[in-house]
């Protein structure tokens, strides 16, 4: 896994929440949000999708993990959000990132390998209080499944205490 360090910038982004096991609950968000972007034609000018994963299911149970699909929007756009979605400010910061490309059945493994192998080895820890994220680089409209290149990341902290917070 070729996996490295980087500074998001916060987003502010439109999202559609879903709870339960990861793979159910990101089908479930992501389906409205495409509905709503299909429905008013503007799926086109979307270029990148974000996916949080608030919960770690290892700690939180399988039905309380929450998931957000989300796109991007304009601050100041926030008034003009339909009223079935919600909007937030994705959290900037440091992230371990890594890049999965292949089936998005196997995007648990590539988290999990992340989160639970390289940040550990790197001699970081997870920080707790942001979510991890997926971003989409592709439509999966227009790019078949395995193809797709999605970004893992991690959020990062260089301290301990970070961690430990959280218990």
């Known amino acids: 896994m070729s996996s490295g360090f980087v500074y998001l910038r916060p ?5 559609a929440r879903a709870n339960g096991a990861y793979a159910s609950s990101a089908q479930k968000a992501w ?9 008013n034609n503007i799926r086109q000018k979307v270029e990148l999708g974000y996916g949080l994963l608030h919960d770690n299911p290892k700690v939180v149970s399988v039905d309380r ?9 304009p601050e100041g756009f926030e008034s003009k959000v339909p009223g079935m979605f919600s909007v937030q400010k994705l959290p ?3 992230f371990a ?15 999990a390998s992340l989160r639970d192998d390289w940040v550990p080895s790197s001699g970081l820890w997870l920080d707790p209080h942001r979510p991890m994220l997926e971003i989409y680089r592709d439509d999966p ?9 999605i970004d893992v990341c991690i959020p990062v902290a260089a301290h301990a205490e970070v961690s430990r917070s959280a218990a």
């Not at 990132?97 to 988290?111: W, Y």
């Open 11 to 15: 987003v502010y982004v439109m999202f």
């Open 31 to 39: 389906f409205q949000v495409f509905k709503w972007l299909d429905d």
């Open 65 to 73: 993990c929450r998931y957000d699909a989300c796109i991007e929007i």
């Open 92 to 94: 900037g910061g440091a």
């Open 97 to 111: 990132r890594t890049r999965h490309q292949g089936m998005t059945a196997e995007l648990s493994m590539t988290i």
């Open 141 to 149: 409209m227009t790019v078949p499944d395995g193809e797709r290149k």
